[in-house]
């Protein structure tokens, strides 16, 4: 009996905890505001509410209710994290297109609830296309990088999206501004905002359109980083052949310090070339610069780089990357030098592949200046058809280095083999000897000298005079005296002589190239001690 009577009091208890927590405290009395919807599209809006509660008053819970149901009898609870009393907003998704909801705050203390004021809003059939937050990710001097999300596509597909963009006016930008497109084939979509000024305030959002407009998202303020040395553009190509492409970039600020050079830089092998790879230098002052890269190999991929220096270090700009097609023009080997003198040398190469065309011209091309000389320096053409063809270049200047190309054509163009150098040996020739001087002239002895004005580039085998006093052009089948003087001097004791008489002598050299004669000088020995009065006469 106690048994049972102590289980009917257990139940009694709990009828009445129950009961309790449907009935509301009376300290339970927050003040509740249903706000106003705002960004309704197909399948979300935003619902907006608050709360005050008043002293003493415990909140375990609040936000919005909202309901297909005008009573309220069935909703869905959307909490938000209030703290102590303030407004808020809530974002739904995932609503039905073209249907009307019914919302109010509210705010629970873990036993009851309390609602604000019941409103309505209606979800449209079809709208243009609506985002979440854009976000922006890296950022440099010249570029940021923007993404953003598509909640609802608007209820058609869509025919364009990206980011729009421009500089900070106090105004949102449209695609009537700065555009940059984006694939269709993800809700999260991403692009790069580049070439943009160092240090400036530049606004940008979401866009997208379909069937019922354009769509945009909420805009983003971002400032690009300042920078010292120079900035530069990316590259636009405007122009290219199987072996070339023409580019161009701008300087979009020059830095601190003034400018020194700009240009562009590339390698076939580097994905990130610098000026240390192969760069051609661009002069002129304009901030907007092009250059032709030529003489590309075919089926290759090229990086390029546009640069630009200043006292305080090299900007570079984006890696562009072009790819030349399979080639169409002749190939051919290395040019290979031979039989160098100082005024003649051998070219020889060959043609690799045709590629398909006959060959129509073919030859070498030859410069002083140009590393990779083409047609348009010196260019001899070699006649014949063999694939392999060779010329003897003349007429070079000694102590020259050249620059040499092979070259063949066909009806697609010229192709080139590649680039090699030669230098030009000294010039030989037989010496050159100066004029004969006379001295310490006596009775029967005198003293002659003379300088090798030049050796001839070879070693002086022999040298000395030649002297008659009967042949007035002496030969060396006249009286001759060798000279022992070191260097290019000549000099000699002549002995033996007849007193008073004339003498006819000039100096020679001799080298292995051959032997070369001085002209003539006259002297006179002595009579009796006194000399006459031409014993001395000029050279003839």
Known sequence: MKKLQYLLLCTLLLLMTACEKDTEPSNFAPGLSTGAVSDIYRVGATLSG??????????????????????????????????????????????????????????SSGYSIAKGEVKSFATTESNAPVFGDLQVG????????????????????????GFCWKPADGNSPTVEDNVSNVALDAAAFTSKINDLTPGKEYVVCAYAINAKGVGYGKSVTVTTNTSTVPVVSSIIPTDSTDTSVQVEARILSRGETALTEKGFCWSSESEVPTTANLKKVVEGESDTYNANIDELKPATAYYIRAYAVNGQGTGYGDVFVFRTP?????????????????????????????????????????????????????????????????????????????YVRSYAANIKGIGYGEANLFTTLKEINAPTVGVTTVSSIGETSASASAEITSTGNLAITEKGFYYS?????????????????SGTTITSSLSGLTANTKYYI??????????????????????????KKDDIESPE
Request: charged share 20%; aromatic share 8%; net charge negative.
């Open 138 to 161: 890296a950022k440099n001097e010249k570029s940021f990088t923007v993404s953003a999300t598509i909640i609802d596509e608007g209820g058609s597909d869509l025919i364009l999206r």
């Open 50 to 107: 608050g709360v005050q509660k008043s002293e003493g008053t415990l909140i375990k819970d609040c936000g919005i209710l909202y309901s297909e149901l005008q009573s309220m009898a069935e909703y869905t609870e959307v909490k938000v994290d209030i703290g102590e009393a303030s407004s808020f907003s809530v974002p739904l998704q995932g609503l039905s297109p073209g249907k009307t909801y019914y919302y109010c705050a509210y705010a």
């Open 506 to 531: 000039r100096a020679y050299a001799i080298n292995s190239k051959g032997e070369t004669l001085g002209s003539v000088a006259t002297f006179a020995t002595k009579s009796d001690g006194i000399p």
């Open 326 to 402: 399979a080639s169409v023009i002749p190939e051919l080997t290395g040019t290979v030098m031979t039989e160098v003198t100082a005024t003649t040398a051998k070219a020889a190469s060959s043609v690799i592949v045709n590629n398909g065309y006959e060959v129509t011209e073919r030859g070498f091309c030859l410069s002083k200046e140009k590393m990779q000389p083409d047609v348009n320096d010196i260019k001899i053409k070699v006649n014949g058809v063999e694939n392999a063809f060779a010329i003897v270049f003349t007429q070079l200047e000694p102590e020259t280095t050249y």
């Open 469 to 485: 006093s009967t042949n007035a052009v002496p030969t060396s089948d006249d009286t001759k005296v060798v000279s022992v003087a």
